[in-house]
């Protein structure tokens, strides 16, 4: 698939507001967390998912392609989402 950075520009400002709904770990409340972390990050695989993305999320890590870019981490979901984000971010500079 060849790199859509036009389309990848577009979708940022839609994947970081996703993004911004993801609340941060407490270990006050862990269920609660869990349970809104979750649902969160489910929103976020939708949106992707919706917009022709595809997610591998497992016990290694999460990687996401999108617009032709594809970006991982061993940390998950949230975090393959921002390096997504930064390589669009530094294609950007470079177009």
């Known amino acids: 698939m060849a790199v859509d950075l ?8 839609e994947l970081a507001a996703a993004l911004k709904k993801v609340p941060a770990y407490s270990y006050a ?8 972390r979750n649902t969160a990050l489910h929103a976020v695989k939708a949106l992707i ?10 016990w290694q890590g999460a990687a996401v392609r999108i617009f032709g870019l594809r ?18 971010t530094l294609k950007s500079m470079d177009a």
């Not at 409340?29 to 809104?36: I, R, Y």
């Not at 970006?71 to 669009?88: D, F, I, P, Y």
């Open 6 to 13: 036009a389309g990848a520009r577009a979708f940022y400002p």
């Open 29 to 36: 409340n862990k269920l609660e967390t869990v349970k809104a």
């Open 49 to 58: 998912e919706a917009n022709g993305g595809k997610i591998r999320n497992d």
């Open 71 to 88: 970006a991982t981490s061993t940390s998950g979901l949230e975090a393959a989402c921002r390096n997504w984000m930064t390589q669009v």
